[in-house]
């Protein structure tokens, strides 16, 4: 079987340890790590990203393919900072202040990675500056959102605000998501894209990013 189709199927299966160890052979048999990345483990987690959108698979299954992911991109990680093999895109993302729930932003996270874009995880109660800032200071196109109560949404609306203020609102885009979300809301606070799911968030981002 091709290597980097064993990666991919590998990572699919969750199999961290033989990731690892099928990653260390494409990069000794001098494969370029970008293909590596591109064709191995971002084609595995594609797949994930699909099955998971179509309820075949479940959150478990989704963190335990990430975990194998990571296995080969701490291999890679290192070959990429040599070579400034750039990212597609940089995404700041967090769960907005007054939220300390987080399950479904690491998922959204690590499926950004997965799809190679460059994520800033601000992690849960992001006060509205914070995003901004981030995304000002790491020249980040998107700032992703996400809140599992319906109290903490106006902090949604403050970060688009601050945008709009600072002059910023066409060159850094906005998506929001989380239980109590819904595209009337997003259309309410000037968001530019909603995402309903982990899943069609990283699509939507992919589709904002152009890639």
Do not use: C
């Amino acid at each position: 079987m091709d290597l980097l189709k064993e990666i991919s199927e590998s990572l699919q299966k969750g199999d961290d340890a033989k990731v690892g160890e099928l990653t260390q052979k494409a990069i000794d048999e001098g494969m370029v790590p970008k293909e590596i990345l591109d064709d191995g483990l971002i084609a595995g987690m594609d797949v994930i990203g699909k099955r998971f959108r179509a309820h075949e698979i479940f959150l478990p299954d989704v963190l335990l393919s990430a975990r194998a992911m990571y296995a080969g991109m701490d291999l890679l990680k290192p070959l990429f900072l040599r070579d400034e093999v750039p990212s597609i895109g940089k995404v700041v993302l967090g769960t907005v202040q007054g939220d300390l729930h987080d399950i479904g932003k690491n998922l959204v996270s690590i499926m950004l990675k997965g799809a190679g874009f460059e994520v800033f995880d601000l992690g849960k109660d992001v006060p509205p500056e914070v995003f901004v800032d981030t995304a000002e200071r790491e020249e980040a196109g998107i700032i992703g959102m996400s809140t599992l109560l319906t109290t903490t949404a106006p902090a949604m609306g403050r970060v688009i605000e601050i945008l709009k203020e600072r002059g910023l609102n066409d060159k850094i885009k906005t998506i929001v998501g989380g239980a109590p979300v819904s595209q009337d809301l997003a259309n309410e606070i000037g968001a530019d894209a909603y995402g309903y799911d982990a899943a069609n968030a990283v699509d939507t981002v992919r589709g904002i990013a152009g890639v």
